[in-house]
């Protein structure tokens, strides 16, 4: 049983293009998270939300627009891919403060 | 500014050959701070919470220690199932949002 799934696994497009990713976790943990992992493996938050509740946005392009339709998913779109955007993006999720993150297997975004 | 360091970056052991990894941090009002292990093409595994300086935490082979100013993983017999990148993050007080803060890793290659 998988606890953080994330999809797709790899995501291959051409700049300019839109593209979502989608995670769901079946913790029942009330927060959820996105983690950006640059080509140095260096893992830097980006969002978090608690509850379907917004609680971090870090310093984030406007194009990176977070939805969490209910407390056990968390998606990410992101408008007009750059060449920039490549990188591994992580679902995580966690339970209460403080505490650790669960992470998924990430989503590896390649822009060509 | 909340800061994780890491050092080294990276270590080759030979089987049975113990070491240390370091984690230095900077942060206003400790949470938690915690040690994940990534393997290539996965997520963080979480492997131990630290909550106050003095606290220690075992498994198998990796025992994980706490001062005010750091953090030490010690591999206690390497085995080559051990190599894997090794994460510290840590958790601030400023606000209950669970944001990780992470270092950048000490790659670990164990020889047989």
């Known amino acids: 049983d998988t606890a953080v799934s994330q999809t797709p696994k790899y995501l291959v497009t051409q700049m300019g293009n839109d593209k979502s990713i989608k995670c769901e976790q079946n913790?029942?943990?009330?927060?959820m998270y996105w983690y950006k992992q640059d080509s140095k493996k260096f893992l830097k938050i980006m969002f978090s939300?608690?509850?379907?509740?917004?609680?971090i946005n870090e310093t984030v392009p406007n194009r990176f627009s977070p939805k969490s339709p209910d407390k056990a998913h968390l998606n990410l779109h992101i408008n007009s891919l750059e060449l920039g955007d490549s990188a591994v993006y992580f679902c995580?999720?966690?339970?209460?403060?403080?505490?650790?993150?669960?992470f998924g297997d990430g989503t590896r975004l390649s822009i060509l | 500014e909340d800061q994780v360091t890491q050092s080294p970056e990276a270590l080759r052991l030979q089987e049975g050959e113990s070491s240390s990894l370091n984690c230095s941090y900077t942060v206003s009002g400790l949470r938690g701070l915690f040690w994940y292990r990534q393997d290539p093409g996965k997520g963080p595994e979480f492997l131990f919470t630290?909550?106050?300086a003095g606290e220690e935490k075992e498994k198998e082979r990796l025992k994980a220690t706490l001062t005010k100013k750091e953090s030490f993983l010690h591999i206690t017999a390497p085995k080559p199932e051990d190599s894997a990148t090794y994460l510290c993050?840590?958790?601030?007080?400023?606000?209950?949002?669970?944001?990780?803060?992470f270092g950048q890793g000490t790659t670990l290659q164990v020889k047989p």
């Open positions: 913790l029942g943990h009330d927060t």
């Open positions: 993050a840590v958790q601030g007080g400023s606000g209950n949002t669970g944001k990780l803060i």
């Open positions: 995580a999720s966690s339970q209460g403060f403080p505490g650790p993150a669960h």
């Open positions: 939300y608690n509850n379907k509740e917004l609680i």
């Open positions: 630290l909550y106050s």
